[in-house]
């Protein structure tokens, strides 16, 4: 971790600050709403949680947002949860995405990019055109306000106008990637009654076609609410019986027709893991995405209409919902369906290139992926248009830092981000106007009051706490599907401080106001009373090239002691020897502390990930305290159920 007296990686220079909207909106704001107009960044912070309304109201009217019935306050109540958003307003997500097609019909809205790397544009007035159609065909076959309309989609552009039509009727969107199996699409779209399916009959993915005919057909006999059915022939074959072709329901010069709705009216649904369980099923509003997006993609990501924006993601997780929501800002997104590493690592630098963008965004897996192959993205690339790369899915470690730093540009704002599909959003990350200090996420979001609290809540700077957001957002949950009486939300991040999010992150607040992620609380490592988090230790020990990835465990054990082991997945040639293992501990002593030092470092053929590419920790944990596989993990919630029979096995050595 950083401290206060370390020089920044990077400075955003007086004429970036001067043109970021960020600082426009700090002296708007301050001109019609009582902001301040001096102090940047950190009292334009302070109003904005001090004030919510305020800031709120403010950030509606700078951005324009069209309420079709006004609203009667901002923030009707604001207990959590439950904070009533803009009460009486109704508004249409869908139209805000579109309105850049009035003023710039023939400019760019999507950037379609496949293995390929050969962009294809997609006209702003096209766009239109297709979700005007396309939701003039959904009404027809009976779909209305609040229906739930799903995808097993990749990302592609028939996904974005699916999303759009489905807002613009008022029905709610859901979606999962076409690489996860028929029990985990189940999973998640039993739980909400779809009335219609998007599908594709496949999806190209490292270079070969992956035919999911079957699964298709899977799906569709185990929805029984399905009404429709909407082929899309990504590899080329017919409609199966009984389904519609996606062309014949594109065809039609329409206008959209935006469904006025409530403020507060579903949107669509986002999943968690659900690696111990069910995935949570999160419903998000219209008018609390729109918002909390306009803020988040047009001041603190600095996107507007001259802006490229691509960010590597698929429609089984939340990225992909908020890289659509670039069109709200005007800007042209770029739509990439196929492997990050396909043909080569270099292959996401390679997109951006290609499309233009002005903001990449990735994993900090994929950054440290590339610094460990040899890839120079700098020097084999014309990045010269990228403004700012962004990260997220896991903390992005110093190296990451100095990597893109030395190895992309020196003049480059790094972001690493950190939210959760719980919100859609980001609770600190991106700020255009701030320094970027190495291994630290720039500031907290505006609007959002990130605190770092103590079990018995007191806030904590410069130590490590659980992190809490002490005020609503607006993009909070309207509730989860199928949890009549909210119990299960409310036990989901408001169990431990009651009326206060918890997150079930550990962080660090910097006396200069930066952010540290430690790593999931609720995998915490704890040795003699001591909180550690295991993203410290994967930090270090990543380092270390003969090591591939990293999973580390705390058990609590039944006479009183503590085993810490640490599980290796080595790069290829490596072995683990008395010298590897010795220099993996040395290490973690000098980088960390004794403390952190595991007791065992043990091989594993891999580590097993969620399926959008989290490490799973708790899991594990239960495996190994002999907990079985049947409740232990939920088996279509993991890219690879083999791996973990490992862990079980090991349980029954250990207590033998």
Known sequence: MTSAHTEPLWQPDEERIAAAAVTRFQAWAAEHHGAPAEGGYPALHRWSVEDLESFWRAVAEWFDVRFSTPYERVLGDRSMPGAQWFPGATLNYAEHALRAATERPHDTALLHVDETHEPRAITWAELRRQVGSLSAELRALGVRPGDRVSGYLPNIPEAVVALLATAAVGAVWTSCAPDFGARSVLDRFQQVEPVVLFTVDGYRYGGKEHDRRDTVAELRAELPTLRAVVHIPLLGTEPPEGALAWSALTAADADPVFEEVAFSHPLWVLYSSGTTGLPKAIVQSQGGILIEHLKQLGLHCDLGPDDVFFWYTSTGWMMWNFLVA?????????????????????????????TGATLYGTSAAYVMACAKSDVHPGRDFDLSTIKCVATTGSP??????????????????????????????????????????????????????LQSWDPSGKPLIGEVGELVVTNPMPSMPIRFWNDPDGSRYRDSYFEMYPGVWRHGDWITITEHGSVVIHGRSDSTLNRQGVRMGSADIYEAVERLPEIRESLVIGLEEPDGGYWMPLFVHLAEGATLDEALIARIKQTIRTELSPRHVPDEIIEVPAIPHTLTGKRIEVPVKRLLQGTPMSK????????????????????HTRTK
């Open 396 to 449: 992005l470690p110093p190296d990451g830092f100095r990597w893109l730093h030395d190895e992309v540009r020196e003049d480059l704002w790094i972001a690493s981000v950190s939210g959760g599909t719980d919100v859609c959003s980001c609770f600190a990350g991106a700020v255009p106007t701030l320094p970027v200090h190495i291994g630290e996420l720039q500031a907290a979001g505006l609007g959002t009051d």
């Open 326 to 354: 670039g069109l709200l800002t005007g800007t042209t997104v770029v739509i990439y369906d196929g492997s990050p590493g396909y043909p080569d690592t270099g292959a996401q630098w390679r997109v951006a290139e290609r």
């Open 632 to 651: 232990a993990v939920n088996p279509g919630s993991v890219d690879n159920l083999d791996l973990l029979h490992f862990y079980e096995a090991l349980s």
